[in-house]
């Protein structure tokens, strides 16, 4: 059924979100369970993250080869990636390419917005109201609206009286934007600032960042794949299945099972390196307890703090940025190309905004307590409201018109980050409470979207027509999301997304569960097993 001959609206599932979690669960509701289903999207096509985040050097850190689909051999040897690391527009591609080949797109309603979702608890439906104004009513509500898809903009005093343009990194216009000839500033040094940085100095007058945190980065290494590499992903799909499957983050690599602090200086300094030249993510695989242990992480850190120092001419510069508050990896890791070396170029300056914050913004620039930085366009690579927040901008009320707003005043409660009690039949693809981000995430979004299809049809088989937790097993849980997290040094980095440290007000809650991708598998598949253990089915 096309979206636009939606006529009765009413439907058996909508699915907020055309990126990889929407288009993947379209196809298994649609075609494999033949449901009467409906997509919404904000944006006037597929991609998701990879439709919004255009900004320069936007890239993925996840290699390519398993950043994508593993439910079909068909598309794995129908598409080659050409790079290490895909880039945005490659990404972009690869999705048309999927949401053709199933031609997905049509049971998608695009540059829609979902304004609310309100569950009526005697028809046991879900009662949807849209910007354009029409309504639909549907037995199971889909969020797989993404963890980084709601833009954190700083709330900088006079922003609206600067008289350049200001962007931010996941809103970018998608004309581009032409940086000859200007001066312009970047607030922001997490994975997207250190991506966007040495492309914008290579086009700009002059650039200043502006850095809150300094950040570890490892050298991505990207580059085209051979020719060999390409076969071998095309013939030993299940080879690398297995080892997604297997790995705590659902990488394409094992970890190391060697303790750093087993080996001597010399020995783990040659582990390093060999890290470091190979680059990327691996870099974190080095040792087992990179994470784990204090002691441990503090030897990657001092190793990427020196080659910060030696990468980087300027002493002050060298200093503001090794000069880093948190075990390496505690934060998400960048991976970066030229990203040290860019603050070696004579237009290129780096301010301390710790030392110095921004106070304000005049008509010129930005103001901190050292100083006006005259800029002609500001860059806002300052991150997202993550996980909650693109959730809670769907206005859901569930049972007894309780708004999720107010079910997750103190952070969000939820059960394997699937559901949340009191929200009947309402789904989270890579919720709150799921591996999701701290994962290579077509891995996590395939294992969400096959238990929920799972789910759907084991209810659809036995006539059964609403499904939510038990509260009970939801606090308990949180309390394991809780303990995961505890169990590693993550929860060490106070400024961290994954706590919601980096939006004021938002509740101090470690969000992803951090007992990794492999054992949350099994987990899930054991309360399928049980009866689908901690659920209540009527
Ligand atoms: O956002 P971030 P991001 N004033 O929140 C600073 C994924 N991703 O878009 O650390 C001044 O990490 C903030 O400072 P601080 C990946 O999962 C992946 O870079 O809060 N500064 C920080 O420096 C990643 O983790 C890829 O003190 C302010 C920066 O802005 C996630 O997206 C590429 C500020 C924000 O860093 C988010 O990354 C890009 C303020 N008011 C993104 N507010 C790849 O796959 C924030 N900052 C490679």
Redesign the pocket.
């Known amino acids: 059924m096309s979206a636009n001959d939606q006529t009765q609206h009413q439907l058996d599932a909508v699915i907020i979100g055309a990126g990889f979690s929407g288009l993947y669960q379209m196809l298994c509701l649609r075609d494999r369970l033949g449901l009467s289903v409906l997509g919404l999207d904000m944006a006037d096509g597929v991609g998701g ?1 990879w439709y919004w ?1 255009r900004y320069p050097g ?5 290699e390519s080869h398993s950043y994508s689909y593993y439910f079909s051999d068909e598309l794995l040897k129908k598409w080659t990636w050409s790079e290490r ?1 895909p880039g945005q527009a490659e990404i972009l591609e690869y999705l048309n390419f999927v949401a053709d080949h199933f031609d997905l797109k049509r049971s998608f309603r695009f540059k829609t917005k979902l304004l609310s979702a309100h569950y009526d608890e005697q028809a046991n439906l879900w009662e949807l109201c849209t910007d354009d104004g029409e309504r639909y009513r549907t037995r199971f509500l889909i969020s797989a609206v993404g ?2 898809s709601s833009a ?1 903009i ?3 005093p006079g922003l609206d009286r600067f008289k350049g343009p200001w962007y931010h ?2 809103q970018w216009p998608h004309e581009g934007v032409d940086f000859t000839g200007l001066s312009v500033g970047v ?9 966007a940085i040495p492309v914008i100095a290579a086009q700009a007058k002059s650039l200043t960042v ?4 300094a ?1 570890y980065s490892i050298p ?1 290494h990207n580059g085209p794949l051979d020719d060999a590499f390409k076969a071998y992903c095309k013939d030993h799909p299940d080879e690398i299945r297995t080892i997604l499957h297997a790995t705590p983050n659902g990488h394409p690599f094992y970890i190391s099972e060697t303790s750093a602090l087993s080996l001597s200086e010399q020995e783990r300094h040659a582990v390093y390196e060999k890290a470091w030249e190979k680059g990327g993510l691996r870099f974190r695989a080095s040792f087992k307890d990179l994470l784990s242990s204090e002691e441990a992480n503090k030897t990657a850190a001092e190793f990427i703090k020196q080659k910060i120092r030696s990468m980087v001419k300027d002493p002050r510069k060298a200093q503001v940025l090794s000069d880093i508050d948190h075990p390496f990896a505690a ?2 890791p ?2 970066d190309t030229h990203y040290f070396e860019t603050y070696n170029l004579a237009h290129v300056d780096l301010i301390d ?2 030392e110095n ?2 106070d304000s913004m005049t008509e010129e620039g930005i103001r901190t307590t050292n100083g006006l930085f005259k800029l002609d366009a500001i860059v ?5 409201d ?1 996980m909650t927040r693109p959730i809670l901008n769907l206005n859901l009320r569930g049972r007894n018109g309780v708004a999720l707003s107010d079910a997750w005043e103190a952070g969000p409660i939820n059960y394997m980050g699937l559901q949340v009690p009191g929200f009947p039949n309402f789904f989270m693809v890579t919720g709150p409470g799921s591996p999701s ?1 701290l994962t290579n995430m077509p891995v996590a979004i395939e294992q969400h979207v096959e238990w929920i299809s799972d789910c759907i049809a084991h209810m659809r088989a036995e006539g059964l027509h609403r499904v939510e937790p038990q509260p009970q097993a939801s606090a308990q849980w949180m309390q394991e999301v809780n303990q995961a997290a505890a169990a590693t040094l993550l929860p060490k980095a106070k ?3 994954y706590l919601g ?2 939006i004021p007000g938002k509740p101090r809650v470690f969000m992803p569960y951090a007992g990794g991708m492999a054992h949350y598998r099994k987990r899930c598949e054991t309360i399928t097993a049980n009866g689908y253990e901690g659920f209540l089915m009527a």
């Open positions: 993250t985040n936007a890239r993925c850190d996840s690391y963890n980084l954190n700083p709330a900088i990194t996941g607030v922001g040094t997490g994975s997207t600032g250190i991506q502006f850095q809150r945190t950040n991505a934060k998400r960048p991976i905004i710790r914050p921004i806002f690579a300052t991150g997202f993550a981000v400024h961290s997304w440290a980096n």
